[in-house]
Structure formats: C-alpha cells, structure tokens
C-alpha cells in the first residue's frame, strides 16, 4: 500500500469520528428557545393562553355605566336671619327650624309707600296659605331713623294689620347677609331652605302666588279650593325720591332714580340737608321756606313729620295756584280764601296729588314753620 493510500483511509476514518460526534451533540444538547417580547393583549392579561388561529376571539367587556351629572339646586341657600334687634308677633325664628315650611321674606320698613302697597297681597296670601303650609316672615330694616323705634313699629303692624312674624332689622345684619339693596324686596324660600324666586320692588303678585302655589303643591298640599288672585293690582308702581346728602346737584335739585320723565325739586331759603332728610334751618336767618317739585307724573305724595306736638301748615299750590279740587290729595284742604294747605303732623305719607293727567307741573310747597321733617317724594301715574 502506497502512502497516498495510507492517507486517504486515515482522512476518511477522522471524518467518520467527527460525524458520529455531532450526531451524538446534537441528540443530547437541543438548541436554546429564543425570548419574543409578548403581544400587548397578553401584557394585559398576561394568563390568558396563547391565541390559535382555531379560537374564537374575545370580546371585550362592556365599560360601566357613567353615574348621570348630579342635578344643579333650584337655588341659592337663603341665609339665615342675623343680627335681629328685636322679634314681633312671634318668638325667635331661623330658615332652619322653618325647613318643611314654604317661607316669604318680605323685606320692608313702614314708612316706605311702596312696602305698604304690596301688604294687601302679604294679607290675602297669609289668610289664604298660612295653614296650607306658607309662613311668612317680614324683615323691617329701618331706612329711617324713627323706624328703629320698637313702639312705632308695633303702631304701624297694628295700623297696617301686619300679624305674621317680623325681624326688626336694625343694624341691617340680614339685609347685608342678602346682599340687599332695595325695599321692598320678596324672596321665596323652598321647603329645603333654598330662594326659588325673588322680586324687587312692586307687581309680579300673580307670578309670586302661582309660585307659592306650586311649592306648597311640591309638598303634598292640595290647593284646589282655594282660588287664585283677589286683590286688584290698582295703580302701577310708583316712583320714590329719597332726600339724601349725596342725591344733591349743586343747584340744591334732586332727581327721581327711575323715573320715566325726570322729577326735580328744588328747595328756596335756608334749608339743612341731612342724611335721611331735609329741614328749614331756623337758625339760618330766613322765615320762609319752600319746596318745588317739577312733577311729570299724575300723582304726588311726600313723607315727613313735625318735629314737636304742634303741627306744621304748608300751602300747596299747582302751577301758582291753588290745588283744583279734582286734582287734591287726600291731606289737602282749601282755606276760606280758596287757597291749599296740607298739615304735617305725626310721620306720615301725605297725599298732595291724587291721579290725573301727567305733568309737567310745578308742585310748590312753602311754610313759615320750623320744625318741619320732609324725607321722601312718592310720584306715580
């Protein structure tokens, strides 16, 4: 055997060896599994078991329900009554132990013209609901400084038949707590304690009593027998001038707030213009006095007072001349030379001009008294 031969078979013998050992690697040691980052649905439920292309797929669970968006209150919680000086025609009451109860706040003083015309509708819903579950509470917070006297206010209730329970408001605790700028002023309060409607001023009284109505209604009353309206509305509402320090121009005139056509008053000789009135200056070296009113509506009223027990005589004259009998308020009278002549005595709302056609015309007022109060104007149509 030649060398080449030799070579060839020892070659050949190696290549077998190294085939039997491969075949023997490859039994005994399996190729390592290679990690595949899991799909995202297995991520999320990393237990459930791998999908086949033979399996049903999954639907997903239907989101819960949203809770429905809470419904907004009716209202504003109405605050309770702070600060009250005194209580008339009941003892202390709070919103609170009211609760259950449809509650009126009127708020009012007694010598405002425009709270005493809304008391006939206040008296026909009291007599009408009070027992049907209506209570009414009036808040008086004085715009004057005689209207913080308890007697005087229990005199004008009598007066006035005001026999539901009244809050006297005089440092103004409640009115602040309302935010209040206004007499009168209604709110109307819920059994739950919140303001369901609200009402400045005068008018809105069928709206307040259908109102009423549907909250005692809301409470499980039935009102069926009982019929609505009753009293006449009258006369639209009038329009107040407030003589107060700062509602003076520098020509000594004040215009009526509100008022379709402007109301001006001027005042000739010494007067004292003070926070809540005026008054002749008897220290001011003049014996006469007067007040003149541009009046541009049908009707005229002034609220005042005599300062003593004797009462004070102002003549009255329309256009410069005496009042027509037509046209005289009720507190006007006519003296033996045909002039007019109102007296002031007690605090009061004196009647100069009764309804007729508007103006302008000029009301005059003049008197040689001291002692004279002149707080508010009241015009109307």
């Keep these: 055997m030649t060398d080449r031969m030799r070579w060839l078979g020892l070659a050949g013998a190696v290549a077998a060896i190294v085939a039997i050992i491969a075949v023997i690697l490859v039994v005994v040691q399996p190729p390592q599994a290679v990690s595949v980052p899991p799909a995202p649905d297995e991520l999320a439920t990393p237990e459930a078991a791998p999908a086949t292309p033979q399996s049903t797929p999954q639907v997903a669970a239907p989101a819960p329900a949203t809770a429905p968006p809470t419904p907004e209150p009716p ?15 009941s003892p202390a009451l709070s919103l609170s132990e009211l609760r259950g109860r449809v509650v009126l706040i009127d708020v009012w003083t007694f010598g405002c013209y425009n709270c005493r015309n809304t008391l006939p509708y206040l008296r026909d819903w009291h007599a009408k609901y009070a027992s049907e579950g209506l209570q009414i509470v009036g808040v008086h917070t004085p715009e004057f400084e ?18 539901w329970p009244v809050a006297m408001d005089n ?22 304690g ?26 499980g009353a039935s009102l069926d027998h009982i019929p609505v309206g009753g009293v006449d509305e009258g006369a639209p509402p009038a ?37 809540d009135r005026v008054q002749p200056d008897s220290n ?47 507190h006007v009278f006519a003296g033996y030379d045909g ?31 001291p002692g004279l109060s002149l707080y508010t104007f009241v015009f109307g149509a």
Excluded at 171 to 192: E, F, H, I
Excluded at 292 to 320: F, I, K, Q, W
Excluded at 349 to 354: A, D, F, I, K
């Design 146 to 163: 005689f209207e913080q006297v308890e007697a005087n206010v229990r005199e004008a209730m009598i007066r006035l038949n005001v026999t």
């Design 194 to 219: 919140r303001i369901r409607f609200d009402v400045i001023g005068e008018g809105s009284y069928v709206e307040m009593e259908h109102r009423i109505r549907e909250l005692l209604s809301e409470g």
């Design 171 to 192: 440092d103004w605790g409640t009115w602040r707590a309302y935010k209040n700028r206004y007499w009168p002023r209604k709110y109307l309060v819920d059994q739950q």
């Design 339 to 369: 002039a007019t002549f109102v007296e002031i005595g007690a605090f009061g709302t004196y009647g100069l001009l009764r309804h007729g056609d508007a103006g302008p015309r000029e009301l005059r007022l003049q008197t040689a008294d």
């Design 284 to 330: 001011g070296g003049s014996n006469s006095w007067d007040a003149t009113v541009l009046v541009t509506s049908g009707m005229a009223n002034v609220s005042a007072a005599a300062a003593g027990e004797t009462p004070v005589l102002m003549r009255v004259t329309l256009d410069g001349a005496p009042v027509p009998e037509s046209l005289r308020g009720a």
């Design 75 to 89: 209202g504003p919680l109405a605050p309770e009554f702070v600060r009250v000086t005194q209580w008339l025609n």
């Design 239 to 275: 329009q107040t001038a407030l003589f107060t320090g700062d509602s003076w121009d520098e020509g000594r005139f004040l215009a009526v707030e509100g008022a379709a056509e402007v109301a001006r008053l001027g005042l000739r000789g010494g007067w004292v213009v003070e926070s």
